[in-house]
């Protein structure tokens, strides 16, 4: 019963590279989210994929972010031309498919972004 | 939107002591609050959730108690342990027709001390 699946665990990029972070849901999940943490902060929602959708993404920077969760496989998080300010831990969390009322989101262990 | 605001931000407490953190919410459509535990380079974990039909719940030595008239709502641990140690948060999920978005609280760091 594997739960949510994040990798790599961690990252380390220069200035202007790209960053590629992967999220696998728990198994029937078809619901994923994605949260910012800054050290000593809490978790920032960016964006609300359901497969092959985006369905919110109200909290994901307008430029050098997107998020996509196609069909088959993991759904990815990528930054490009990455700045310090985006070292951060990156965690995903997946529901099941929502039939009424708000369902639980579980997290996967993140993954942690340095930027040089 | 939303927001959360989480007291204290850290606690000490001595082994067997309780421990009680509180979250405030703005938004009255808020209907889910779920708490989650973290430890050091790991993710939220889920302790325990309660839902605004729901006055207080309790789960062994943890419980959640929630004032929809006042919108706050608070994590109680009794009989503490040092492997209760870590980071807690608090969300609200409001309900949307765009699902269930958590804001979260900006954490409390707990110390159990032996």
């Known amino acids: 019963n594997a739960g949510v699946m994040q990798n790599p665990r961690h990252l380390v990029r220069r200035r202007g590279q790209e960053a590629r972070l992967r999220c696998s849901p728990v198994?029937?999940?078809?619901?994923v989210y994605w949260y910012r943490q800054l050290p000593e902060e809490g978790l920032k929602f960016m964006v609300y994929?359901?497969?092959?959708?985006?369905?919110?993404e109200s909290g994901m920077p307008k430029e050098r972010f997107s998020a996509e969760f196609p069909k088959e496989g993991p759904s990815i998080l990528r930054i490009q031309q990455v700045v310090r300010g985006d070292s951060a831990a990156y965690f995903c969390a997946s529901s099941p498919a929502s039939s009424g009322g708000t369902k639980t989101q579980y997290f996967g262990p993140g993954t942690r972004l340095l930027v040089l | 939107g939303e927001n959360v605001e989480q007291h204290p931000s850290t606690l000490s407490v001595q082994e067997g002591d309780s421990a009680v953190i509180k979250c405030t919410y703005s938004?009255?459509?808020?209907?889910?609050f779920p708490w989650y535990k973290q430890e050091l380079g790991k993710g939220p974990q889920l302790i325990i959730d309660i839902r605004s039909n729901v006055g207080e719940k309790k789960d062994q030595r943890i419980a959640v108690t929630l004032n929809k008239t006042a919108k706050h709502f608070s994590l109680h641990i009794t009989e503490t342990q040092p492997e209760d140690s870590a980071v807690y948060f608090c969300?609200?999920?409001?309900?949307?027709?765009?699902?269930?978005?958590?804001?979260f609280g900006t954490g409390t760091s707990l110390t159990v001390i032996p």
């Open positions: 969300a609200a999920s409001p309900t949307s027709f765009l699902g269930n978005q958590f804001y």
């Open positions: 198994k029937g999940h078809s619901h």
């Open positions: 938004d009255s459509a808020s209907n889910y």
């Open positions: 994929l359901q497969k092959e959708n985006i369905i919110d």
